[in-house]
């Protein structure tokens, strides 16, 4: 059905005659077509409608040639549909002004009505799915639950969400709590975005490098893996618990899970080493690199593309994408994927 | 002569009876008796009077009872000295406003006679070393070439150094001599500082961790054993490239490295298994967890400890104390350590 679904065929670690490729914030501001909509719509006006969420998802399709769309959206859409503020200040980064204090603030949280309140994120999906017309598949995503806690609890970015980690280690009870219900919340979502037309979902765990292997396993591991074994039945799930290397092989031992994203900061045998090919990695390519001329980034993208091997792999940045990188630059990379030969 | 050469045995990989204990950032801003000349004297005038450096150096070694002290002072120093304008905003961090971009930027930078004009810290050592009455070791330090390139490029902190990044791998060549300038000049500041009285110097690559293991070894690594090999032969050196886990295998192996600093988002037997007691590791308690209760920190570090073993090993924080740790928070860490039987 899908006319091109190397995607998928490398979630199922099947052969294929090159990796796919896509690049995170493929949808996103260093496209000159995205500045237009960004200068006459503001963030959540762009997010929460439809046909727009669905032109932003489109253009990299069009201009980009990447082998899967992302649907535009962002992961504190959750938060807001629990029943917290979150404000997005162009060029800031989000501020939830109210943030996660007290037994009381759980307490509070919406969990049975969220997810069906995100009907504009199943709408841009489905609009999204028709409009793609099986070029390519579609990925639905959602933050982890760990990475929510530290923007619910420190209120903003950070570089270290030092007062989201005390929070974890001082009120342990009660950060399972509002782990277990942001996780409850991502399931109903992530579910009701494949039945939207989502043909894969990643899980962004943004901030779970800043746990040590111990406090991943309490307070990322448990409801990573929750997340992944209830949706895994209805689409291949990929885990992006950023800088988590640690957790690289016990994550690739359970079978719910298809894919990893990994960063730079781990040399593609190294990974491969860990996960033995029980899943399909992603990744790892500095976004920094994309500043280099077009032909140094085909050397690099195909020296990355001879460590991890063909099949099993999906190459993508080891982050976003950033403003700043000239378009020519990302086509560059995405070309050089394309055209790679073993 | 020292009365406490505990951090000297340990970094001999002597037989102790307890771990030696130390705190980064130990002399700073949760200590009230530091916030008090703060409010008096303005942040390089702190750093630039050898009796208030010698006095907020001692702070911690009376009110913490840690076993080493280490120079107050600041690693942007070096970058001053080399001719760049250096500002430090209150609670914001520094600003370079004039930034490296081009190679006669680099050309400019003053190497001979840089070090020399650092007497402030040589006398601030001298008289501190006077002052402590060998009752603990004094240790001195500088930042690695890496991380102040990342400063001295991108002018200011960051999250990601993108701007640096980008810098080095856009212009090999002009940040290899950069780099080397920043060498130079760190490796005679250092033998002047163990000169002074320092007994033990730390390298601290603080942003080493956002370079990939290939760009690491031709950014960071190269630098780190110049001077490692330089300074070694005249007193013992720590490195510490935070989160550069994946180098610790190969910097161990360098017999001019005594110590190994390590964050926490690496466990104890896997650094030990990549370092199989080469060198003496130190670390790694994430600082985030001194806002545990006492007896939740005495028993996180007894934990630490018995994962680590007491020899070759310097019980210490993963990274920088917080100013909103309380006193008796950094005195539990301490204590806990000093109350540890095997």
């Not at 979150?86 to 949280?109: F, R, W």
């Not at 806690?149 to 280690?169: Q, R, T």
Request: aromatic letters at 8%; glycine letters at 6%; proline letters at 6%.
């Amino acid at each position: 059905m899908l006319k091109n679904d190397l995607l998928l065929k490398a979630l199922r670690k099947e052969k294929v005659s090159r990796p796919p490729v896509w690049m995170m914030r493929q949808a996103g501001r260093y496209l000159p077509e995205y500045q237009v909509l960004k200068a006459k719509y503001d963030f959540f006006t762009r997010v929460q409608t439809p046909e727009l969420a669905c032109e932003i998802t489109l253009q990299p399709i069009d201009s980009m040639g990447v082998d899967a769309a992302i649907i535009f959206s962002d992961i504190l859409v959750i938060p807001q549909v629990m029943g917290m503020t979150v404000l997005m200040e162009e060029g800031k980064g989000p501020l939830l002004p109210n943030t996660i204090k007290s037994a009381k603030d759980v307490d509070k949280l919406e969990v049975t009505t969220a997810a069906e309140n995100l009907k504009y994120v199943y709408d841009a999906l489905s609009l999204t799915k028709r409009e793609l017309n099986n070029r390519v598949p579609l990925i639905g995503f959602a933050g982890a639950p760990f990475t929510l806690l530290c923007y619910m609890v420190e209120g903003k970015g950070s570089k270290g969400f030092d007062k989201a980690k005390s929070f974890c280690f001082t009120q342990p009870d009660l950060s399972a709590s509002l782990l277990q219900k942001i996780t409850d919340v991502t399931i109903q979502y992530l579910i009701r975005q494949i039945k939207a037309g989502a043909d894969v979902v990643q899980i962004f765990d943004s901030w779970s490098g800043l746990l040590s292997p111990d406090d991943f396993d309490r307070f990322a591991l448990p409801y990573l893996l929750q997340i992944a074994e209830s949706v895994s039945p209805h689409a291949p799930v990929i885990l992006f618990p950023k800088g988590s290397n640690y957790a690289l092989s016990s994550l690739s031992q359970n079978k719910s899970v298809s894919g990893i994203g990994i960063d730079w900061t781990i040399r593609p045998s190294v990974a491969r080493e860990q996960t033995q090919h029980r899943v399909t990695l992603q990744g790892n390519f500095d976004p920094s690199k994309l500043l280099l001329p077009p032909s140094e980034i085909r050397k690099e993208v195909h020296h990355m593309i001879s460590e991890f091997g063909v099949n099993g792999y999906i190459a993508n940045l080891g982050h976003g994408i950033m403003p700043h990188i000239p378009v020519d630059h990302a086509k560059a990379f995405v070309d050089a994927v394309k055209e790679y030969q073993e």
